[in-house]
């Protein structure tokens, strides 16, 4: 049960990691960051959750770092197609700005 958890988390984390890596500069210290803050984190959750670095993990983990990554930019490039708001780095305060603009 543990590595569901852990794959989940590895794939939710990494969209909005994922959303910032696509409104940078490649290989820019922001870029790095965008892709190693989130492997700070499933380390982290990791020793929480007792789950070894088996290679079994490894397995779920590492395809679900990658598709949570692609999604984010994905979501990204779509909102920048449909140019509804300016849109910054952060997927958090670009839906609050999208919604406080639909309300009023």
Avoid at 2 to 31: C, D, E, H, K, M
Avoid at 92 to 102: A, G, H, I, L
Wanted: a positive charge.
């Amino acid at each position: 049960m543990n590595i569901i958890f852990l794959t989940l988390f590895a794939f939710i984390i990494n969209i909005p990691f994922g959303y910032w890596r696509a409104n940078v500069r490649r290989f820019s210290l922001q870029f790095l960051l965008a892709i190693h803050i989130p492997v700070a984190l499933i380390i982290l959750f990791r020793f929480a959750a007792e789950t070894g670095f088996e290679i079994v993990t490894l397995l779920f983990t590492v395809p679900s770092f990658i598709i949570g990554q692609y999604a984010g930019s994905r979501i990204y490039l779509f909102r920048k197609l449909r140019e509804l708001v300016p849109l910054s780095s952060c997927l958090v305060m670009d839906m609050v700005r999208e919604k406080s603009n639909s309300e009023k």
